[in-house]
């Protein structure tokens, strides 16, 4: 009998076997979902620059705020084209090696901006390279991580990544700004720089691929899931399947609201709301700290916009989130003054919680209509995310240079977002009995 009871105690240390005992441990799916967390935070300190650098190196070059509203929207466009090329390169090499690239790629751009002296090179190391890094940084990142380590909870755990970003923007945000008032544009790349590098030893040590890899299912699975062998011929798979989903009409729907979220965001509001604030008045670190209150309540909202998800119709959520986003544009040339005032910080309070809450749907509806390939598709999806926000933040610079002021284009952004609404609600839903499309093979 005690051979017995060894033998049973032996086949119940090896991980993924039927007789394991239940244990009331933490799974590993959420320290992983814990690591890309934090990498997301300390990566997202270029996220908070454009917004603060306009005004600097107008005055100091002599720069159009249209040339570097250029090399924002190159950053933009960049950060949404190489996010599925990265999701496959993840299936390819692992996610901790493309993510640890991609940081020192992001921490090389923001370091050598101290020594230009022409736009071209800002268009080279903040718009090539940082958007390159950045890129791959992408929610398509958090999009694999959910999808191979949890099973369950997937909408929760989406929101949660999504709102990393927002974190690390209201982190940096405020002390760029202090920086950049205080002392001078150039400490504070350094500075994001070294936000960058910092986090590549966590992701190293820490960011597993699969579950497979530590022997355990993934969070809510039945049964163990081997992990996949690499696909090779990534580009070649990434357009693939963009091919394959791009013959369907939910792909173009997803993709069209998309583009209006990241113009009336990243492109918007992230690049020319401390500009346009400073225009009537405000001072720069006021303005910024108001950004960095939207970061506050981005977490709330794009982690409630996931458990809404788990539990509601996606395009219904996605349709009132555009229609309320769009209805707030349309105030907010009304707000801007001298001073906060408390219909500033509802308009504040309110836009943070529909900042990203549309990612927590789209994914789903990614997920519901393209199967496996879901994490290359959000890329291409979140593609058309940043190709809306460069337009705008260029075109945003630009009208400001004509116009005198950014009017125009918060009532156009509004309209847009109405546009979103309508366009959402014409997603069909996939039939129960359907399966998804068969997946790219490379």
Not at 163 to 170: M, N, P, R
Not at 242 to 271: D, M
């Amino acid at each position: 009998m005690t051979q017995t009871t060894d033998a049973d105690a032996a086949a119940a240390a090896v991980p993924g076997t039927e007789d394991a005992p239940p244990r009331r441990r933490v799974h590993r799916a959420w320290f992983v979902a814990a690591v890309t967390f934090v990498t997301i935070v300390g990566a997202a300190a270029f996220r908070s620059v454009p917004g603060i650098l306009i005004d600097p190196l107008h005055q100091e070059f002599g720069w159009s705020r249209g040339t570097i509203g250029a090399a924002v929207s190159v950053n933009l466009a960049l950060y949404g084209l190489t996010a599925p090329f990265a999701a496959a390169l993840m299936d390819r090499f692992g996610i901790r090696r493309v993510v640890a690239v991609a940081l020192t790629v992001i921490a090389l751009g923001s370091g050598l901006t101290v020594w230009m002296q022409s736009a071209w090179q800002l268009l080279l190391c903040w718009g090539l390279l940082v958007g390159l890094g950045s890129g791959s940084m992408a929610l398509a990142f958090a999009a694999t991580v959910t999808n191979r380590w949890f099973t369950t909870r997937r909408g929760l755990v989406s929101g949660v990544l999504t709102a990393a970003s927002a974190s690390g923007q209201l982190i940096f945000l405020p002390l760029l700004s202090w920086i950049v008032e205080h002392h001078d544009w150039r400490p504070a790349a350094v500075t994001v720089a070294l936000a960058a590098l910092a986090v590549v030893p966590f992701v190293w040590l820490l960011l597993h691929d699969h579950p497979a890899d530590l022997g355990q299912k993934p969070y809510g699975a039945e049964e163990f899931v081997p992990k996949p062998v690499p696909v090779t011929g990534a580009a070649r798979r990434t357009l693939a399947v963009l091919f394959s989903a791009a013959r369907t009409g939910p792909f173009w729907l997803l993709a069209g609201t998309f583009a209006i979220c990241g113009a009336s965001t990243n492109g918007l509001v992230q690049t020319h709301f401390v500009p346009a604030a400073h225009d009537h008045g405000m001072p720069v670190t006021a303005a910024a700290s108001l950004l960095a209150v939207i970061g506050v309540f981005d977490v709330v909202g794009t982690i409630a916009s996931g458990w809404f998800t788990d539990r509601f119709e996606a395009r219904r959520l996605l349709a009132v989130y555009y229609a309320l986003r769009g209805v707030s544009l349309l105030f907010l040339p009304m707000l801007l003054a001298p001073a906060v005032h408390p219909p500033m910080i509802f308009f504040i309070v309110f836009y943070g919680l529909d900042w990203v809450a549309t990612v927590p749907p789209t994914l789903a509806l990614c997920r519901e209509r393209f199967g496996d390939d879901s994490a290359i598709v959000f890329g291409w999806v979140l593609a058309s995310h940043q190709v809306g926000a460069a337009l705008v933040a260029f075109l945003g610079g630009v009208a400001r240079d004509a116009f005198g002021s950014y009017d125009v284009v918060w009532y156009a952004s509004g309209a847009l977002c109405a546009a979103a609404a309508l366009m959402a609600l014409v997603i069909r839903r996939r039939p129960a009995d359907a399966g998804g499309p068969a997946p790219v093979l490379p």
